[in-house]
């Protein structure tokens, strides 16, 4: 598989966090000589969010975690997250099913705590039921090999179609004490809000409640991880944890709208939008990777789903791929959202260069210049609907016949 252009040249540091060990194994799940199994174990005292996919077809993995979500916690237990690529055991009937509660049941034989607490994620292909004994078999060497410093590991075990391992990492100060946050990500293709066929994992050492810890990852969601696409396929599988796990030291905030929070809650949406990014500028046989502004919507959700038309639809993702300046697919994409728009307020840019003013091409406006802006790699493109004060950020990469490539023989 080409490495996308966008290929970090390492993986960022991401140091250990207070409270987390891991380990991953090569189980041999559908890949051979790789790894495609971690698992995170996480302190006693760890609270945990969770963001899951809108799709009505979820895997079984996702219905289990929404319910572990929700489960009461066993004292003094080690709080467990373990996920697994190759398969999504997603419409794999009973045999999915029962592949979940073995890997939960058969993860607390050896970690400690009850199955019903386990967070499961599981990612690639649909259809085909996994294994959980391939998993089971591997827990009691994984038992040995637990460590703090295993992200960049951990981030390569969770790859499907990624062509790179996708990590970010910050600081922050609560109380005056500093925390630490890591996150890593994969997913490359099948990727549009609610999330993607994405799976997502941050760990800090914070000291925050769980509807607090919830409160914050679900807003920052929608304009990170929900801000996203590729494709326009929302997978079936989409997770997003973020675990705490009370080690920092500073007294327990309770309240997502603490001030006490502020600092805290801004670097962890700088990771979360350098992960969401990461995942775009992977995208399958992506060449550009395009920012989508649209301004002065009716309303915030009015000009998202103005903005996300622009970036779903395939007329304009090849004619970026083709780097063509067609404005034209731009206003099409606008006009087929099923929005508020008046044509002749709308204003379109590319970068600073004006395309398109009241309705028609920009006096100013020539070929030249458009063709040249879109022979970058990083675009960025402006909508201004002259309606209200709604705005919105998305971000998508383009249509290169890369795409057709990796998933014309994906199962096969």
Not at 128 to 145: G, H, I, R
Not at 199 to 210: M, P
Not at 216 to 239: P, Q
Not at 354 to 360: S, V
Request: with cysteine; proline share 4%; hydrophobic share 40%.
């Amino acid at each position: 598989m080409t490495p996308s252009p966008f290929k970090p040249k390492k993986f960022p540091d991401l140091p250990p966090i207070n409270g987390f060990e891991m380990a991953v194994a090569e189980a041999g799940i559908k890949y051979e000589g790789r790894t495609d199994l971690w698992l995170l174990k996480a302190h006693e005292s760890t609270e945990i969010a969770g963001v899951f996919t809108k799709n009505k077809c979820p895997g079984a993995p996702v219905d289990w975690s929404r319910k572990a979500l929700k489960s009461a916690r066993t004292p003094l237990a080690p709080r467990l997250i373990l996920v697994n690529s190759g398969t999504s055991n997603v419409f794999a009937g009973q045999k999915g099913r029962d592949a979940v509660i073995e890997s939960a049941v058969g993860v607390t034989e050896i970690f400690g705590g009850q199955p019903e607490s386990v967070f499961l994620s599981s990612t690639g292909v649909i259809g085909v039921a996994l294994d959980a004994s391939k998993l089971t078999a591997q827990f009691p060497d994984m038992a040995k090999s637990l460590t703090a410093d295993g992200w960049a590991d951990a981030a390569r075990a969770i790859m499907t179609t990624d062509t790179y391992p996708k990590g970010a990492h910050a600081k922050a100060q609560i109380d005056g004490v500093e925390v630490s946050i890591n996150g890593i990500a994969k997913g490359s293709g099948m990727i549009a809000p609610d999330m993607a066929t994405m799976l997502g994992y941050i760990a800090t050492d914070a000291v925050i409640g769980q509807s607090a810890l919830q409160d914050i990852l679900s807003t920052i969601t929608e304009k990170s991880f929900n801000a996203i696409t590729v494709d326009s396929d929302t997978s079936t599988s989409d997770t997003v944890l973020l675990a705490a796990s009370g080690q920092a030291g500073h007294l327990k905030i309770e309240k997502s709208d603490d001030p006490r929070l502020s600092e805290f809650i801004s670097a962890l949406e700088g990771v979360m939008l350098d992960l969401a990014h990461q995942i775009v500028k992977d995208g399958e046989g992506a060449s550009k990777f395009v920012t989508i502004h649209v301004t002065s919507a009716v309303s915030d959700a009015s000009a998202k789903t103005i903005a996300m038309s622009v970036a779903n639809s395939p007329l304009v993702k090849t004619a970026i791929a083709g780097e063509d300046a067609n404005w034209g697919r731009l206003i099409m994409a606008v006009g087929k959202a099923g929005e508020p728009a008046e044509r002749d307020l709308l204003s379109i840019k590319l970068g600073d260069i004006f395309l398109a003013q009241n309705g028609a091409v920009s006096a100013n406006y020539t070929e030249h210049q458009g063709a040249e802006y879109m022979k970058r790699s990083e675009l960025e493109m402006s909508i201004d609907m002259g309606l209200g004060s709604g705005l919105a950020t998305v971000w998508t990469c383009d249509f290169t016949h890369g795409y057709i490539d990796i998933n014309a023989d994906y199962r096969s």
